[in-house]
């Protein structure tokens, strides 16, 4: 149960920050995404870090582990968990794997998206 309240209370925590970076970041002109972008690139770098140090420096409780990956981490970003297991799975040899996950993941989510603005402007319109 402790690591279910680590998660939400760091989700809280990651959301917010996504939040307030996204919205400085985005009075940049253009158009483009930066704020996702920068928060994704910063929770991976993140969330590399964490991991190493976790399995080499220091093992800090569960708790504290979740929240700072899945909750913090997870809701800061839209990739930061997705980037790690493509590298564990990668790291672990499992090459096609690794291409099926990426492809899949990145692929299929679009079309997904895409598919469910359809149907839901279909029954709309």
Known sequence: MNSLF?????GAVGAVLRHFLTRVISTVPGGFPWG???CNILGSFIMGALVA?????FDPPQAVKVFLTTGL???FTTFSTFSLESVMLYERGDYYMTLFYVAGSVVVSIVALVTGQYIVRGIVA
């Open 53 to 57: 140090y976790f399995a080499h420096v």
């Open 6 to 10: 680590a998660i939400a209370a760091g």
């Open 36 to 38: 996702v972008m920068t």
């Open 73 to 75: 981490l997870g809701a």
